[in-house]
């Protein structure tokens, strides 16, 4: 089987021009076949603050309704995603921008509404990713550069989180690939003090994911991106890290952040 990487990019480094400039150096360097995922929540926060638009959040989830949704549309699938490809193609790598409307690589199914509605927010199964079309992208010496837009397959485009675009990508890649999912930020890793790089955790087991959790080690945002990196691993994901973007190139060398183990 041939390997495939699939990366998700977030955090600081999309807002800072410099990180994003020599992440994505790095990843053009990275060797064999790539999908590259990424958000860009700060940026559409932003922009919808400056039309008067505030966010509504609900324990850290973004509340998509429709003026909300035109935003994250404009800017996660216009703005950001185009700007990363130019700058990819001026460094010799031949991407394609897509959402998961174009060439329908990613149909989800908006969330039922429960004790909250989240509006225009797309959820994803087992058969939401096209392996045939990302597939033909890559033989063609295309580099899938996606977005956390997805649609429903009937004219509506949904909101998707990046992280889980990136874990359902790899799951279903893995059935004509050996494949490696790697979640790129600001932090080196997992830490046991944020403030310390120097307490990384090199490696996390299904087992201690729980006590990491229980000890605050693991907390906030990074519980949804652990539990969906295990699950990943669980359904024939070969391997998943969690590092820190300008770090990149240690990947085939000497390590990379924290690494994820079933």
């Given at each position: 089987?041939?390997?495939?990487?699939?990366?998700?990019?977030?955090?600081?480094?999309?807002?800072?021009?410099?990180?994003?400039?020599?992440?994505?150096?790095?990843?053009?360097?990275?060797?064999?076949?790539?999908?590259?995922?990424?958000?860009?929540?700060?940026?559409?926060?932003?922009?919808?603050?400056?039309?008067?638009?505030?966010?509504?959040?609900?324990?850290?989830?973004?509340?998509?309704?429709?003026?909300?949704?035109?935003?994250?549309?404009?800017?996660?699938?216009?703005?950001?995603?185009?700007?990363?490809?130019?700058?990819?193609?001026?460094?010799?790598?031949?991407?394609?921008?897509?959402?998961?409307?174009?060439?329908?690589?990613?149909?989800?199914?908006?969330?039922?509404?429960?004790?909250?509605?989240?509006?225009?927010?797309?959820?994803?199964?087992?058969?939401?990713?096209?392996?045939?079309?990302?597939?033909?992208?890559?033989?063609?010496?295309?580099?899938?550069?996606?977005?956390?837009?997805?649609?429903?397959?009937?004219?509506?485009?949904?909101?998707?989180?990046?992280?889980?675009?990136?874990?359902?990508?790899?799951?279903?890649?893995?059935?004509?690939?050996?494949?490696?999912?790697?979640?790129?930020?600001?932090?080196?890793?997992?830490?046991?003090?944020?403030?310390?790089?120097?307490?990384?955790?090199?490696?996390?087991?299904?087992?201690?994911?729980?006590?990491?959790?229980?000890?605050?080690?693991?907390?906030?945002?990074?519980?949804?991106?652990?539990?969906?990196?295990?699950?990943?691993?669980?359904q024939g994901v070969k391997a998943v890290y969690i590092g820190k973007a300008d770090e990149l190139p240690q990947i085939d060398i000497n390590g990379f952040g924290t690494r994820l183990i079933d």
């Amino acid at each position: 089987m041939k390997q495939l990487t699939i990366i998700k990019i977030g955090g600081n480094v999309i807002d800072n021009s410099e990180k994003l400039h020599q992440f994505l150096l790095d990843f053009t360097a990275l060797p064999g076949d790539k999908i590259l995922v990424h958000g860009g929540g700060k940026i559409a926060t932003e922009l919808g603050s400056s039309l008067g638009i505030e966010p509504k959040m609900v324990d850290g989830r973004r509340i998509t309704d429709i003026e909300t949704l035109r935003i994250v549309t404009m800017v996660y699938g216009g703005l950001i995603n185009k700007n990363m490809v130019a700058q990819l193609q001026a460094k010799g790598c031949n991407a394609i921008g897509l959402s998961g409307a174009d060439g329908n690589v990613i149909q989800a199914v908006k969330r039922p509404v429960g004790k909250i509605d989240y509006g225009f927010v797309g959820d994803l199964n087992e058969s939401s990713v096209s392996v045939k079309t990302l597939d033909v992208l890559l033989k063609n010496d295309l580099i899938p550069v996606l977005c956390a837009i997805t649609h429903d397959g009937d004219t509506q485009l949904l909101n998707t989180n990046a992280d889980t675009i990136a874990s359902a990508v790899a799951v279903a890649m893995s059935r004509e690939y050996e494949t490696r999912l790697v979640y790129c930020f600001e932090k080196k890793g997992v830490l046991r003090d944020v403030d310390d790089d120097l307490s990384l955790v090199a490696e996390i087991r299904r087992n201690d994911f729980e006590t990491l959790q229980a000890e605050g080690v693991v907390s906030g945002g990074m519980i949804p991106k652990l539990y969906n990196a295990f699950e990943a691993i669980r359904q024939g994901v070969k391997a998943v890290y969690i590092g820190k973007a300008d770090e990149l190139p240690q990947i085939d060398i000497n390590g990379f952040g924290t690494r994820l183990i079933d």
